[in-house]
Nanobody
Framework: QVQLVESGGGLVQLGGSLRVSCTAS????????LGWFRQAPGKEREFVAA????????RYSDSVKGRFTISRDNAKNTVYLQMNSLKPEDTAVYYC????????????????WGQGTQVTVSS
């Protein structure tokens, strides 16, 4: 059974930093593309960042480029999202997702999802 478990969310002040992690089990981690998405109340789930199987291809949404960094450790079956210079508009539930082929920004193309972790940025 495939499981993705996010951790590291919390409350942070404007301009602060936070790192969220997602650890996978039940799949051959190094064969999967990984993505981070977020969903704020009343809004659709949106793409944040994605990383290919060995990290050669990385993409970010325009809203987080230059502030967030996605990385992965295939030995630990874990993907990270380092978030710096956080803004109130970054407040959302953050989800990691995995798929063996998708490199898309479209969340519908990802096969496996975690349960999400809340990130709240206060002003």
């Amino acid at each position: 059974q495939v499981q993705l478990v996010e951790s590291g969310g919390g409350l942070v002040q404007l301009g602060g930093s936070l790192r969220v992690s997602c650890t996978a089990s039940g799949l051959t981690f190094r064969r999967y593309n990984l993505g981070w998405f977020r969903q704020a109340p009343g809004k659709e789930r949106e793409f944040v960042a994605a990383i290919s199987e060995f990290g050669r291809t990385i993409r970010y949404s325009d809203s987080v480029k230059g502030r967030f960094t996605i990385s992965r450790d295939n030995a630990k079956n874990t993907v990270y999202l380092q978030m710096n210079s956080l803004k109130p508009e970054d407040t959302a539930v953050y989800y990691c997702a995995a798929d063996p082929s998708s490199r898309s920004n479209d969340p519908r193309t990802y096969e496996y999802w975690g349960q999400g972790t809340q990130v709240t940025v206060s002003s």
